[in-house]
């Protein structure tokens, strides 16, 4: 049995059962962005939610009841990137005119709409529509400071859900029917080019949802580019093949090189670190030091980038010193030394395939690890390898320079990579 | 080797739990018959097919239903099984699995394992002057919902393997060897622990079954992926963790917890030992060609 209260209490969800369109006061002063969920009533909003971000098992979900008032969640404890998600409930009409929504989409960077592929599509399809065109009218998609006119424009994305039943081709057929339908129905009010509306096919039974919740987050990353860019660079030197920066907590990928994602690759990769994880917590029993923070399923990882930022180390390794210090474990306490003491105690793990690749995961830190997919061959050099995950380890804590993701910040950094052309 | 040697019987009545429990107890790699429960089923296979389905049989397992009360019928499938056996395969073993025990409240769970066990062994002893070698017969509780399922399969493995003592001992002392705080053997299709040896005592009695599992899940990830399981490394400030193919039918997990060795010094030793264990088995497969091969 899942024991939803405990849930709750785990992850501080916040229910308000008074006047559910009351701001919270403390989310609004830490203006952390706001993912408002949407869709009729049964669609699937607070399975996405518990499946996604509190690990409730798919099947459970059968067990959820409906959800009655506005409930809004800090997902900080259990991702990363810290933002709130409020559920809007299904049960409610907001179009109602007693029924005051100022307030809801304050803030509110990200509207998912979800549509139960299974029931009511068309309801669903022009309820959409409806809202779309509501909250154009009260120009409630122009977010941050309308004065100044530095307003950035919310996200829809409407997640065709339920689809695990569907063939790739039944897939491609509802979506393309569903984007013609909305578009048809926003240009009865002249909408049609006003928002870009982004689609994904979802379901909780395999890992669709994460992969659209993924991309739904990376919109939402301002440094999201440089983190491609940064990506991308390091798959041309290191030679990988495809490379992930993961959210660890919730299997959400933040950033990803730019090659196409396949499937297969994310599955593996996400299954990659839950194999970690679980193996490690049964042979850490016993051996966690109780001073340290401890966080309920992942307690094997301790670096943060705290440390980092304090001890102030130096970016500029010496190379050849630093590999060879990988090698052998020798004792010195000069400087690179401390740096490549610092790669030693970084969590890794090595997978090897049959098909002569290799799976790797690398520590970024609390939250955040890459795992990538690297040809065996190009393995071989592992020092490098570290050597380049470790750059690209400090230069995103330069970027970030705070243990969570703040949304809004802007950032210089700088990133040093090598290749073995450099090497040699 | 001839492939035909090796078998393994699953009998019991319709409802006893055979298929799930199978579709949970991984798929041996060597033939597994699962005779089917029905009455009129198991009546073929102690009349006309009797010598076909007890021929080379290395192990039965029989299943009962612990919540049932009729044991007498259950009973008498034994007793043909039993005497069916002593024709065929006499070098067999039998294993008697009360199942679903789960069902049993947990503080009256010890007791009524103990006198089903009691009135299986009596009923057994009936036969044991009749017949010519001696029954070896083993009895566990087990439940597909927790890890006594899991642990009745890793110890009718273990009794598969030849010279099992022999192996253990040089599992220990690789284990020394290496300064390993844990060495585990597991058998390559199940991943069912084979043997283990430890330098210290771990408090989670049940690890063996969790790694098996989360390593059997991801194992099926990778060849949902099409890229099958190599081997693996884990390394963390607790422990570093191998995970390897070992000899043609086992994988070996190797823990060590000091972090002053180096990984390349462990995977030699691991190459060293694979080498040293392939030849023990070899020499073990040469006068006893009926068991399974690690
Ligand atoms: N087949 C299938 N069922 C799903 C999926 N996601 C959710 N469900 C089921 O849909 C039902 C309704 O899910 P909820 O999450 O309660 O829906 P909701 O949108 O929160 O509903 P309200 O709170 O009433 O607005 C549950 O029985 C879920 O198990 C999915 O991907 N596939
Ligand atoms: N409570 C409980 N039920 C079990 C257990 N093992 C099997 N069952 C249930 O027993 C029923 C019959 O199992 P099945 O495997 O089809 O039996 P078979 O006819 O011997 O193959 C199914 O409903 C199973 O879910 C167990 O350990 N505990
Ligand atoms: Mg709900």
Known sequence: MVDLDAFDNLYGETKQSENPFRQQSEFEEEKTPKILLMGLKKSGKTSIKHVVFYKMPPNKTIELESTPTLVQSDISNSSFIKFQIWEFPGQLDFFDSTFDSIGIFDNCQTIIYVIDSQEEVPESVSNLAKTIHHIHKNNYHKIGNKQDEKTIEMNFEVFIHKVERLTDEGKNDLQNDIEQRVLELLSENNLENEFEIRYYCTSIYDYSIFQAFSKVIQRLIPQYATLENLLDQLVKNSKIEKVFLFDVLSRIYVATDSSPVEDDVYELCSEFITMIFDFSNVYSVGKIQTNKPIKSQDSWISNTFDNDINNEIDLEIDLDQNIQKNQSNSNNTNKSNKSSQVINERNSAVVKLQTKNVLYFYEVNDYLSLVCLIPEKDFDFQGLIVYNFENFRQAISQIFKLDHINLFKRFGSKFDLVNREKLK | ?294
Not at chain 2, 85 to 107: A, Q, R, T
Not at chain 2, 228 to 257: C, G, H, K, W
């Open chain 2, 1 to 294: 080797m001839n492939p035909t040697k090796r078998k393994i019987l699953l009998i019991g009545r319709s409802g006893s739990g055979k298929t799930s429990m199978r579709s949970i107890s991984w798929e041996f790699n060597f033939k597994f018959m699962d005779c089917g429960g029905q009455d009129s089923y198991l009546e073929n296979f102690f009349g006309s097919q009797r010598d076909r389905v007890f021929r080379n049989v290395e192990v039965l397992i029989y299943v009962f239903d612990v919540t049932r009360k009729d044991t007498e019928k259950d009973l008498n499938y034994l007793e043909s099984s039993v005497f069916a056996l002593s024709e065929f395969s006499p070098e067999s073993k039998i294993f008697c699995l009360i199942h679903k025990v789960d069902l049993i409240p947990e503080e009256e769970r010890e007791n009524v394992i103990e006198s089903y066990k009691e009135e299986i062994m009596k009923f057994l002893s009936k036969f044991s002057e009749i017949l010519e070698n001696p029954l070896k017969v083993t009895c566990f509780g087990t439940s597909i919902w927790n890890e006594t399922l899991f642990l009745a399969w890793s110890k009718i493995v273990y009794s598969l393997i030849p010279k099992i003592q022999l192996l253990e001992e040089h599992l220990h002392s690789f284990c020394q060897i290496c300064d390993a705080e844990e060495v585990v053997l597991f058998e390559r299709s199940t991943f069912l622990v084979i043997s283990a040896s430890s330098s210290k005592t771990y408090q989670d009695i049940h690890r063996f079954e969790k790694i098996s599992k989360f390593i059997k899940h991801f194992k099926l990830s990778c060849n949902k992926a099409h890229s099958p399981f190599q081997s693996m490394e884990i390394r963390n400030r607790f422990f570093t963790a191998f995970v390897d193919s070992f000899t043609a039918n086992s994988y070996i997990l190797v823990i060590i917890s000091d972090p002053q060795i180096e990984n390349a010094a462990i995977s030699l030793n691991i190459q060293v030992a694979r080498n040293h264990f392939e030849n023990l088995v070899q020499k073990t497969r040469g006068n006893d060609d009926n068991a399974l091969v690690i």
